[in-house]
Every structure is written in structure tokens, then in C-alpha cells.
């Protein structure tokens, strides 16, 4: 089936939307709790009706709409437990963190050199420390080669170690010749 005009698609996605949208946000509103949720999962649903409005069936399009909603919440509920077990094991590893002074103060120290990194280097050593990526799946993750995956790996993990050599907790970091003062 050959693609229709660009305006005959919007008039028909506008269509599709004004005549269905209430019957998919109460669809969500009634299988969620929280209803700004709702109006998300409404969002992502008409957004992949859009990118697909040439399998919307002519006639009856509100029984695929829900087919759309309900793999759309599916992938909601995922995300929810995927979510849900992450701030449980971090609750488990901070209860399980202990709370000595000199512990305390190396924390505090270990996060502020970890800020001290950039978004790319943090999000790195992030996927590979707290989400236990291996250099295959942190390629997957970036959508690079794994040898490039593994390059910048490595030059993450040696700015940070440079960065860790500087400083010891408590202290300033070490000044370097030519630093002012």
C-alpha cells in the first residue's frame, strides 16, 4: 500500500486521535494509579499510532489502539519493576553501607571525585560498576564497537584514577607546579 499524501496522513492522525484519545486515556486511568502516568502512556500510544497509521485497520481502529495501549502499559509495568527492584537494592546497599565517620568521610570523597568527571565518563563507569555491564553490552548500550566501547572504558577509568591520585579525603587536591595559589 503506497504511503498517502503528507496532509491526507495528518488529517487522518487527527482524525484518529480526537475520535479515540478519550477511550485510551480512560483505558490507562483505569489500569493505573498515577494519573499523569496515564497521560504519558496516552502520549507514547498515539505517537507509535502515528508511526504507524498505515496499519491502522480502516473502520474499526479503537480495538488496535487498545492492543497498542495494552503493550505499551506492559512495557510501562516493566520498567515500573525493572525501577522498583533498583531502589530496592539501593536501599539494601546503603542499609548495608557502614555508618563509621572515617567511612563516611572516603564516601563523600569518592562522590565528590566522581562529580568531578564528565556526563560521558560518569554514565561509563556507571553502566559497568552499578548495572554490571560487560564491554559488549556497554557497547549496546552507546551503540559503538566494542573495541571503542572498551577505549573509552579505559580512558574513563584512568581520568578518574588520575583524579582519586590527587586528592586524599579531607584535603584539598594536590597542587601541581605552576598552580596558583
Known sequence: MADPPPGTRLADFE?????????????????????????DLVAETFLIAWRRMNDVPDGQPLPWLYGVARRVLANHRRGETRR??????????????????ETALELRHA???????????????????????????????????????AVRLHRARRRLERLMNQTTPGREPARTQGDPA
Not at 15 to 39: Q, T
Not at 84 to 100: C, N, V
Open 84 to 101: 522498583h527492584g533498583l531502589a530496592d537494592k539501593l536501599r539494601d546497599d546503603l542499609r548495608s553501607m557502614p555508618a563509621e565517620p
Open 111 to 149: 562522590a565528590e571525585i566522581f562529580r568531578q568527571l564528565s556526563d560521558a565518563d560518569r554514565e561509563l563507569l556507571s553502566l559497568v560498576a552499578w548495572e554490571g555491564l560487560d564491554t559488549a553490552q556497554l557497547a549496546a548500550a552507546l551503540g559503538c564497537a566494542r573495541s571503542t566501547a
Open 15 to 39: 482524525r484518529l486521535f480526537a475520535g479515540h484519545h478519550d477511550e485510551v486515556l480512560r483505558y490507562f486511568v483505569r489500569r493505573l494509579d498515577i494519573r499523569a502516568d496515564a497521560a
